[in-house]
């Protein structure tokens, strides 16, 4: 497609069920990134693939979040036992391979709500 | 720790006046930045970077300094038009590839 594709756009969920959350990338782009921004909060990092390297989980807060990326290109972020400060906007972002930053495209977030 | 700041969570400016918006930064690793805008129910957009070579990059209406030796960058806006309206981002990168360092936002709004 044109651009990063999220989906859903927006989620909600009671406190304790799984979510996840898909990123379409744009078509050959290698790396992909998941953010998540908190209500008055900046973007903050989650992980991050780059082709067939191992991702980088650095920014997970906590074991109850994990990601995969399938064939390079659909990633998938799976909440588990959803608590009440998971909720926030995700977003997405592709980009070719090596660049800095200014190659970055994102998607337009998916919004979850726990309750 | 956060590693990039964006001390003014909102500034409000007259159409036609500059805009400036500031950032800070701890970790002296980071080579490259960049500044995104994003609209509500939107990803952010990239708007201007600059390198760390560098100490002013400009484009259209937009210019980008950074001072090393204070570790503070800025974006200027001039002159500010009614759809700068915007949530902006400053981020930064220690090297190609890795992961960006956000700050927390700046929210701009111009009024006509």
């Known amino acids: 497609g044109a651009g990063v594709s999220q989906s859903p756009s927006n989620k909600v969920t009671e406190k304790g069920k799984d979510v996840e959350l898909r990123c379409d990338p744009i078509s050959g782009h290698t790396a992909l990134y998941w953010y998540r921004q908190s209500l008055g909060q900046g973007l903050e990092f989650l992980i991050y693939f780059q082709g067939n390297s191992a991702p980088d989980k650095s920014g997970l807060p906590s074991d109850r979040f994990s990601a995969e990326r399938t064939g390079g290109s659909v990633s998938t972020l799976t909440i588990q036992r959803t608590q009440q400060e998971d909720s926030a906007v995700y977003l997405c972002a592709s980009s070719p391979a090596y660049t800095y930053g200014d190659g970055y495209t994102f998607g337009s977030g998916t919004r979850l709500t726990v309750v | 720790d956060q590693q990039v700041k964006q001390n003014s969570p909102s500034l409000s400016v007259q159409e036609g006046r500059i805009s400036i918006l500031n950032c800070d930064y701890t970790?002296?690793?980071?080579?490259?930045f960049l500044w995104y805008k994003k609209y509500p129910a939107e990803g952010p957009t990239f708007l201007i970077s600059i390198s760390s070579i560098k100490d002013k990059n400009e484009d259209g209406r937009f210019t980008v300094f950074l001072n090393k030796s204070a570790k503070h960058l800025s974006l200027h806006i001039v002159p500010s038009q009614p759809g700068d309206s915007a949530v902006y981002f400053c981020?930064?990168?220690?090297?190609?590839?890795?992961?960006?360092?956000f700050g927390g936002g700046t929210r701009l709004m111009v009024k006509p």
């Open positions: 981020a930064a990168s220690g090297n190609a590839g890795n992961m960006l360092t």
């Open positions: 970790n002296s690793m980071f080579d490259y």
